[in-house]
């Protein structure tokens, strides 16, 4: 059975991820998406830079044809964030996107997003997958060849980053900057509007690489050390990754060391919040995954929280119904006003290389100057693999109701999303159930290193118990 989790569906290639289901899977999304318009508006299509993208590309543009929708093409790999401006911007009923994201190179995977830009909801998905279980041998077979439209998507989308950016305090910056793509789609794109900005920048891991030569397309702290050997040699003001298909950032300091995305949230946070204009009443979005250093930039700048399940659809729904300034999701996702309802890294990066560039502080420093003003937050995040029977035992513990959990009283519980337990004094824990891998989620908060790594021991030891 094909299900789409948070971020679509994902399997490995030429196990679960097969042309056969591929092709299902399309015919059920375009079936569901022509229900909402002209079908001469068409589907944008698109990959990220794994082995095989192009042949999947092209099978579904032959199976959108089949069913009477104008296929668009993407004419190279292109980012999420671009691929869902350009859904937007062309009108299109949607889009499909082969990407697995950051998952290993041996995975591919489909996202599908809405004519709004937007992953598709739960409610859209699963219309997806009632239309998947009907579909016939038929409609797995191979479509004849078709007629296309072909889409360049970066230069529209780098003029709208452009219009979020100042490139004028950039250039005027003198900063030096490291880029690493991983591999991925954002090649000739973040690296172009930095050096457009007139900035120095130098790459690593540009080339495309279907296999990533065995790396992660992550780019998080451990798939960086890389990157931080350039910044730290080169003397380079910013490390700036993403991930493989562009929506997840990572950033280094000049000293090469990582910075945490949701200490990256905050201070993304507190910048677009000082600019809103009086009387503004949006606010802030994250997951209930995220920093409450989210709620503590939103209550200084009196800005409402929104606090959403982890999904970064859920963030864009609200972004679309315009009620916030900005979104985070603490799994490096950032979007803000007036753009992409999608998680979008490049212009996270962005905006960070301009707030280092309009200050001359480095990043820690203004994670120092945000803490004097909203008091310290450190956060942790990691994960447990799970076997069935671990799982089963797992999931009726996240049913009870504890009075205390590592030595403190239980203040609340929250269960938008997996079991998150209050412990006052800022302190929280959260164990979610992944949806796409056999893995427990373990997330924490605390005002210290100790404590915070104190609350994820204990978690640790409460999934492993019998």
Known sequence: MIRFGTSGWRAVLGEGFTFDKARRVVTSIVRVARESGDPARGIVLASDTRFLGERFVEEAARVIAREGVRPIVADRDVPTPAVSFAIRSLGALGGINFTASDNPPEYNGIKFSTADGAPALPRVTSMVEAAIAKTTAADAAPAPKAAFDRLEASASYLRDLASKVDTRVLAASGLRVAVDPRFGTSRGYL?????????????????????????????????????????????????????????????????????????????????????????????????????????????????????????????????????????????????????????????????????????????????????????????????????????????????????????????????????????????????????TEAVIRIHAESDSETETARLVAAAKAHVFES
């Not at 949230?265 to 995954?289: N, Q």
């Not at 309802?341 to 200050?359: C, F, H, I, Y």
């Not at 009870?400 to 609340?412: C, H, I, M, N, R």
């Not at 929250?414 to 949806?435: A, H, V």
Request: glycine fraction near 12%; charged fraction near 25%.
């Open 191 to 435: 690296d172009l509007f930095l050096r457009g900005a007139g900035i120095d920048v130098t790459t690593i891991n540009f080339h495309r690489d279907p296999y990533s030569v065995g790396l992660s397309a992550r780019c998080d702290e451990a798939n960086l050390g890389s990157l931080a050997a350039v910044v730290t040699r080169e003397k380079r003001a910013l490390g700036l990754a993403t991930d493989g298909d562009g929506n997840r950032f990572g950033v280094l300091d000049a000293d090469g060391s990582y910075v945490d995305p949701n200490l990256c949230l905050m201070l993304l946070t507190d910048m677009l919040l000082a600019r809103r204009s009086p009387g503004d009443t949006r606010g802030v979005a994250r997951s209930v995954a995220t920093t409450h250093g989210l709620d503590a930039v939103a209550k200084a700048h009196g800005a409402p929280l929104f606090s959403r399940p982890v999904g970064f659809r859920y963030i864009g729904e609200l972004l679309l119904a315009g009620k916030i300034v900005v979104g985070g999701e603490e799994s490096a996702g950032f979007t803000m006003e007036g753009h992409v309802p999608v998680k979008d890294g490049l212009l996270a990066g962005l905006l960070l290389a301009e707030l280092v560039a309009r200050t001359g502080k480095s990043l820690r420093t203004l994670l120092d100057d945000l803490f004097e003003r909203v008091g310290r937050f450190v956060p942790a995040r990691t994960g447990v693999r799970l076997d069935p029977s671990l799982a089963a035992k797992l999931k009726k513990r996240l049913d009870e109701d504890p009075s205390t959990f590592a030595g403190l009283k239980v203040e609340g519980i929250d269960r938008t999303d997996g079991q998150k337990l209050l412990l006052g004094s800022g302190r929280w824990i959260l164990l979610r159930p992944s949806g």
